[in-house]
């Protein structure tokens, strides 16, 4: 439903986290981060990624699934 995409972390913690991409222009992710397709981050082999995922982009998808369910 929601493009992932890795990108730099919001934190101040190191290394790439997965990010979640708005759905109206792509390149923009939840957490307002502008994250092109080009970016060299997202040739990262995803093996290369923790499991780490943008806790600013997983709270808004969460808010929105929670609107669409009331
Ligand atoms: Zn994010």
Redesign the pocket.
Known sequence: MYEMRAGPA?TSSPGPVW??MAERDGCT???G?NLAAGDPLTSIRQDALTERY?S??MTAVQEILQVQKS
């Open positions: 919001t990010h979640v992710t939840l957490c981060r943008c600013l982009c």
